[in-house]
């Protein structure tokens, strides 16, 4: 199968103190979201989760599911898209991140290197892309994958010269080669409304990130807390229930 490569490229800033807890989390979920963790079936997801290299993701329609990095790298899943992360690793000196999409539509925002060492790699079907603090959308089809940058920088490789995108630009690749186009189509600008809406979250659930260390271990844990009261309760009223009967 050939991958299209996407790369995007920005200076990196100083090095930020060791990632505590999990790489990569499952955030959130809405509606009908999958998860599967390496050796695993296909089980429904929890509120919120720690991922692992292996792990994969796939929504349902009218679904979404939001996967935070602990260096504040964010990516959406929208409707009917799978993903499958596969490098996941996190240190003082080193971010080397790769996730493979297999279809649907994908935000990324992917936060700055902070890292002396720094790869970020997302692979299509049909390309590649190399990531460092750049926001961009990717839609996986059948027969292409389509690829519009809001910001940054980024490379889109496929099996030919890699295809260089500017903010506002869009790459079709597909047949092994990649194909820049200087606008976005209708579909693209409709991800590119998504983004623009998405973008105060983003930098809101950065913030807490930047302020508790542990924030993703808390998060899934909080997360899990609320579901077990939730079937504690559940449990209570049904017993209840059955008291009255």
């Not at 979920?29 to 998860?35: A, E, I, T, W």
């Not at 929890?46 to 990516?75: H, N």
């Not at 750049?134 to 940054?152: H, K, Q, W, Y």
């Not at 194909?179 to 991800?191: C, H, L, W």
Request: charged share 35%; net charge positive.
């Amino acid at each position: 199968m050939k991958y299209l490569i996407l790369a995007a490229l920005l200076p990196a800033a100083a090095s930020p103190a060791s990632a505590e807890g999990p790489a990569a989390a499952l955030y959130s979920v809405k509606g009908g979201v999958q998860l599967k963790q390496p050796g695993g079936d296909w089980l429904p997801a929890p509120r919120a989760a720690e991922l692992i290299p292996g792990s994969a993701l796939r929504t349902a329609r009218k679904a979404s599911a939001d996967v935070l990095y602990a260096d504040g790298t964010m990516v959406r899943l929208n409707e009917d898209s799978e993903m499958e992360l596969e490098d996941l690793r996190l240190s003082d000196d080193e971010r080397s991140f790769s996730v493979k999409v297999l279809a649907g539509k994908f935000l990324f925002m992917a936060a700055k290197a902070r890292h002396r060492f720094s790869r970020f790699a997302v692979r299509t079907p049909s390309a590649v892309c190399a990531v460092r603090g750049t926001d961009f959308a990717v839609i996986v089809g059948p027969e292409a994958a389509e690829i519009g940058l809001f910001d940054g920088a980024l490379e889109v490789t496929a099996e030919g010269e890699p295809g260089i995108l500017s903010p506002g630009q869009q790459a079709t690749a597909a047949g092994g080669a990649v194909e820049i186009s200087p606008r976005f189509t209708k579909v693209m600008d409709a991800e590119r409304r998504r983004y623009e809406k998405l973008r105060s979250y983003v930098r809101k659930t950065r913030e807490k990130l930047d302020k508790r260390e542990d924030f993703l271990r808390e998060h899934i844990g909080e997360r899990e807390k609320k579901l077990d009261d939730f079937d504690r309760r559940r449990e209570e009223k049904l017993g209840r229930e059955k008291k009255g009967e």
